[in-house]
């Protein structure tokens, strides 16, 4: 069973950090892209950061760059996203996603969210 847990949500303040974590289960994690998107209610979905299998290529949204930085273990099998200099704005609901190619073809999970705030 595919898994996505995501973690490490909650309030900061404007300027501060907090690091996100996605445990993923049930797939071959060092076989899938790896990213960070985020909603606010009423807006579309937008990809902040992903991480790929090959070099660990890294890209980012042009609004979170040098700011935050996404990062993988695949041993433990897990994805981070390290936000420094949080800003009002940051607020949102962050998900963990996975894409890859397997033998049944191309697969994509999602976790369940965890919401991020940030006061001024």
């Known amino acids: 069973q595919v898994q996505l847990v995501e973690s490490g949500g909650g309030l900061a303040q404007s300027g501060g950090s907090l690091r996100l974590s996605c445990a993923a289960s049930g797939f071959t994690f060092s076989g899938f892209d790896m990213s960070w998107y985020r909603q606010v209610l009423g807006k579309k979905r937008e990809l902040v ?12 949204a042009d609004s979170v760059k040098d700011r935050f930085t996404i990062s993988k273990d695949d041993v433990k099998n897990t994805v981070y996203l390290q936000m420094n200099s949080l800003k009002p704005e940051d607020t949102a609901l962050y998900y ?13 999970y999602w976790g369940q969210g965890t919401q991020v705030t940030v006061s001024s």
């Open 49 to 60: 950061a992903l991480i790929g299998t090959t070099n660990g290529r890294t890209n980012y």
């Open 96 to 108: 963990c996603n996975a894409i890859g190619l397997t033998f049944a073809g191309l697969r994509e």
